[in-house]
């Protein structure tokens, strides 16, 4: 059965329309997980379709057999959000080791959860009822489902890159469209990660692949964890594989001034320049943070066609420092906005990324004009698609069905009308407004009600994990061993 769906506003964000269009009583046909029509509606279209399908599934309407049955909903209709960058093994960790830098958070924090999971595997999963991996990663797609998050790219590092098909089997479950970046390290690290040699981790790639041959809705590429923390011969032989499969290549890169600065004095020059020089920029590469930019950088990353992910919750909220993204931007190179992982960032409210990011610009450069509402939009819907290399992030007939609708009936959003409706999205709202999301033609929120994944439930396994993660922490303390 096709399936439909309308809103008093409609943002496509396609290039065949325009993407500035701004559209009175949209509305999306769908059929599978391909939209069919978009455009404005009106009684002509209904009496038409409903000729054609005889029947329509109608998003928060049920079945509609007639014109009154295709309900416009005071929402706006909008493409699922497109996360570049990110990590699923953060959920459980909210909140825990703030106001220190970067490295001292991953010590304190990401290495310690990750451990902590490896070593109590076993009892946490007789407690949980599920292996508490799978819990995790089924609390990052709750994450990302309730702020209309459809496609995200999933940097796997740290313990975490040992379960792969977990975090596949967590993604096929909750419906949404994953690039799996499964991680490497084989220096600067702790001990018990290192990847030697390089074989380890390729070996890695290709047993993630085949072990998940049918998944439907996951890509596995690699994904060194940081640039610092994989030498030459890994970093190559990961590009080569990506080469060889036509996929892209993920890893981070001069996210925290010290370690840059460290990096620096070791290899004698920049992590980007040392990216270069080993021949593993291009423009399937896929760098995530760049905060530290000097103008060189700038000038090889756009000669090279690298693209970039900017992350402006963590980076704040970490110190990081922010990236010259007016200058980067200037330079043509590519940039998608995203959240980072729930444990830095603090949640996945991609429409807070996305106001961040703007908001640091205008007010670093003092020029209002900077990053505007319409272009950072665009950085976490179409143009953060066309970096992640999907079929989504725009509505347009042949494209992917997946969609979200945002509720404008609340008081922060009211009055949006036409003529403001992307800057409210980006200055008025909170992220909890997302009433409805669609995914390659499935719902997976049903008026704020998540249909694949048990929230309730999942909930309840995180609290419970992440109690044990306290006690466990009392007792270990921090895990030294990351950065140079």
Request: hydrophobic share 40%; glycine share 8%.
């Amino acid at each position: 059965m096709a399936g439909f769906a309308r809103a008093r506003l409609m943002l496509p964000l396609s290039d065949s329309r325009g993407r500035t269009e701004r559209i009175e009583d949209g509305y999306v046909l769908y059929e599978g997980d391909r939209l069919l029509e978009v455009g404005a509606y009106d009684e002509g279209i209904g009496v038409r379709l409903l000729r054609e399908h005889g029947r329509l599934e109608v998003v928060g309407g049920g079945h509609a057999t007639t014109v009154d049955g295709l309900v416009q909903h005071d929402a706006v209709l909008l493409p699922g959000f497109v996360k570049g960058h990110g990590h699923d093994h953060e959920s459980p960790i909210i909140g825990l080791v703030k106001d220190v830098p970067l490295t001292a958070w991953l010590d304190g924090a990401v290495n310690v959860f990750t451990r902590f999971l490896d070593e109590h595997e076993n009892r946490l999963t007789a407690d949980l009822g599920d292996s508490p991996h799978l819990v995790t990663y089924l609390k990052a797609r709750v994450d990302d489902v309730y702020y209309g998050i459809t496609t995200a790219l999933t940097h796997h590092c740290n313990f975490s890159k040992y379960h792969a098909n977990e975090i596949v089997q967590a993604n096929e479950r909750a419906g949404t469209r994953m690039l799996l970046a499964l991680g490497s390290q084989d220096r600067n690290y702790y001990e018990k990660l290192l990847d030697k040699p390089a074989s380890v981790a390729t070996d890695r790639l290709d047993r993630a692949v085949a072990d998940n041959a049918s998944a439907a809705r996951t890509t596995v590429i690699p994904g060194p964890d940081q640039l610092f923390s994989n030498g030459p011969e890994l970093l190559q032989a990961l590009k080569a594989w990506a080469r060889d499969r036509g996929t892209l290549f993920h890893c981070h890169s001069s996210e925290e001034l010290h370690t840059t600065r460290a990096f620096v004095a070791q290899y004698g020059m920049t992590p980007v320049q040392y990216a270069a020089g080993l021949g593993i920029l291009d423009e399937r590469t896929l760098l995530a943070h760049q905060v530290q930019t000097t103008p060189e950088d700038i000038t090889i990353l756009r000669d090279t066609g690298t693209r970039l992910v900017h992350n402006p919750l963590a980076n704040t909220i970490l110190g990081s420092g922010m990236p010259p993204l007016p200058e980067l931007l200037e330079a043509g190179i590519p940039v998608a906005i995203s959240t980072d992982g729930s444990g830095s960032a603090d949640s996945q409210n991609i429409l807070s990324a996305a106001r961040c990011a703007s908001q640091y610009q205008k007010a670093f450069k003092q020029d209002a004009r900077l990053l505007p509402a319409q272009q950072v939009l665009e950085m976490i819907t179409v143009e953060a698609a066309r970096i992640l290399d999907v079929d989504a992030g725009s509505l347009e007939p042949g494209r992917a069905a997946d969609f979200v609708l945002i509720d404008l009936r609340r008081p922060n959003l009211t009055p949006t009308r036409v003529t403001n409706v992307v800057e409210n999205l980006i200055w008025a709202a909170d992220g909890s407004e997302v009433r409805w999301v669609v995914a390659a033609g499935k719902l997976l929120k049903d008026d704020y009600r998540l249909t694949t994944l048990d929230a309730e439930r999942i909930g309840d396994q995180i609290l419970r994990l992440s109690s044990e993660l306290d006690r466990y922490k009392q007792q270990v303390g921090s895990l030294s061993g990351t950065g140079l």
